[in-house]
């Protein structure tokens, strides 16, 4: 793939002549060439990007006065999706550049390998100051044991319970720290722009927010910004696709779906992205404090979404836009105010756009697209589609999201596609596929420009029985294959022996024909 040149001197430019300086001076854009900007990413886990008072949802008008304040002096970008709906694969492919069928970043456990290049090598290459706090999540070799294993064995469709979330909890008092460890990585924050925030050297600052991930917990302080007018019980499901009905049935939502039960995690999880923007503040207001916010970049995003009791799911995994749609916020030196974008874009478009930021060649092969034009007012090149996948836990397919235009196209490899018309059904209970057909070619046609699915889901299952061939070889060595199979498959969290159920021969048969199975 050719390198696309860089937006740089065309920002350059266009932030001299907004400051009124004189472009005539051949000293002037060498000068700013050679100063770059400082830039702070804040990038939270599990928010959908549609919960925010500044895209007018019903109940936030009031819940994210810093996150809106933020969208008023930058650009909101209001059709951002995740490249994959879960942490580690989301995160490695916005690291890497790659598409998760580029990178194979594939689930928790597979990330990106060492030496992978990111975004972080070149800017420390290019001489910033760059900086971690929080949760990163893109390597490989992390989480649990059941994160490797469900994941690798996702298609023997063993249908029982993988996993286990407790009630949606409201505490009484109005606490402010609910998320301890969040509010933490803040004040790690504020504490290092004022001891290192001052440099001749540009910083990049990553912050990596655990909320507003499951479990569902807040306070009394945060419930009370919601509107609760505004929470909404969302429509049921038109159709019932085979791979979102394994999907309920191995995620074990345990609560039930009662409307109050459904307003009541909504209203819990409302108030939990109302807790991460007071964080938000805590951050940009240190950062004001420090005499730094005109000269750095902003960038606010998430991983991915969350269901949120829409399709009467909890969790992410999936390309409902609940799961897929994400916070995508860029303010900073020569950024447009108050200006929001619709075109579609994704987080495999932040490695290009940090490059831009800093002033650095893009490399060759990214799969990506800076949005710098988008946030100084350019023609922009980027394409008027997003892609995205899932090969990973509670999804018994590799599944391919197509988003261009009003619809969105899901290919499952080996069951029958959803498609959505995003325009007139924005909450996706209605599966066009049958009586489309005509729209689903066409789509479909066009997603195999972009990637052979059916090649890489072949790929990605051979590495699901290998790595759980030599697991399960491993595990037997030891004794504890069958207790191990079946506490992952008893809802692992707190699984005890009252409520742990034995791994059977059926289910090991299950796991016999998957692996024999071409």
């Not at 550049?97 to 990330?111: D, L, S």
């Not at 023997?156 to 460890?181: F, L, M, T, W």
């Not at 836990?393 to 599944?399: E, L, V, Y």
């Amino acid at each position: 793939m050719k390198r696309r040149a860089s937006h740089r001197e065309q920002f350059v430019v266009l932030v001299l002549a907004v400051l009124g300086w004189a472009l005539s001076a051949p000293s002037t854009p060498a000068k700013a060439a050679e100063t770059p900007p400082n830039i702070l990413f804040i990038q939270t886990d599990s928010m959908d990007g549609r919960v925010m008072g500044c895209v007018g949802h019903p109940a936030m008008s009031r819940a994210t006065p810093n996150i809106d304040a933020l969208a008023r002096r930058g650009v909101l970008f209001r059709n951002a999706y995740t490249n994959n709906p879960i942490c580690c694969p989301a995160r490695a492919s916005m690291w890497s550049g790659w598409y998760t069928h580029h990178c194979e970043g594939w689930n928790n456990y597979k990330g990106l390998e060492p030496g992978t290049p990111t975004f972080r090598d070149q800017l420390d290459a290019a001489g910033y100051r760059t900086q971690t706090f929080g949760k990163t999540d893109y390597v490989s070799g992390q989480h649990s044991v059941r994160a490797r294993v469900s994941a690798w064995t996702r298609s023997a469709n063993i249908e029982r319970p993988q996993y286990r979330c407790g009630a949606p909890k409201i505490i009484d008092q109005e606490a402010i720290r609910v998320h301890a460890s969040d509010w933490r990585i803040a004040d790690q924050a504020v504490k290092w722009l004022r001891d290192n925030g001052r440099s001749n050297k540009p910083f990049w600052l990553y912050l990596g927010f655990g909320l507003p991930h499951p479990e569902f917990k807040s306070s009394q302080t945060y419930a009370k910004m919601i509107d609760e007018a505004g929470i909404t019980i969302p429509p049921a499901d038109q159709y019932d696709h085979p791979v979102m009905r394994y999907q309920r049935v191995v995620k074990n939502w345990e609560h039930g779906f009662s409307e109050e039960m459904v307003r009541t995690v909504r209203k819990t999880y409302f108030a939990m992205i109302a807790e991460a923007d007071a964080i938000v503040g805590q951050v940009l207001a240190g950062l004001e404090e420090c005499g730094m916010t005109d000269s750095t970049y902003i960038v606010f995003t998430s991983d991915h979404g969350e269901n949120a009791m829409e399709h009467r799911q909890w969790y992410k995994m999936n390309h409902y836009e609940s799961s897929a749609r994400i916070p995508l916020i860029v303010a900073g030196p020569g950024v447009r105010h108050g200006v929001q974008v619709d075109k579609p874009v994704s987080l495999i478009d932040m490695y290009p756009l940090l490059m831009d930021m800093a002033g650095c060649p893009i490399p060759a092969g990214l799969d990506g697209h800076s949005l710098l034009p988008d946030l100084v007012g350019c023609p922009s090149d980027r394409p008027d589609w997003v892609l995205g996948e899932y090969h990973d836990t509670t999804c018994n397919a590799g599944s391919f999201m197509l988003r261009r235009g009003d619809w969105k196209y899901i290919a499952y490899p080996g069951y029958e596609p959803m498609l959505f018309n995003l325009k007139q059904d924005p909450d996706e209970v209605q599966n066009l596929a049958r009586s489309r057909p005509e729209q689903v070619k066409q789509l479909d046609d066009f997603l195999r420009t972009i990637v052979n699915y059916e090649a890489v889901d072949a790929k990605v299952k051979a590495y699901d029985r290998a790595s759980f061939r030599q697991w399960r070889a491993e595990t037997k060595a030891k004794g504890q294959y069958e207790k191990t199979m079946a506490a992952i498959f008893s809802g692992n969290e707190g699984v005890t022996p009252k409520n742990m159920v034995p791994w059977t021969d059926r289910d090991e048969a299950l796991i016999e024909n998957w692996l024999e199975a071409k």
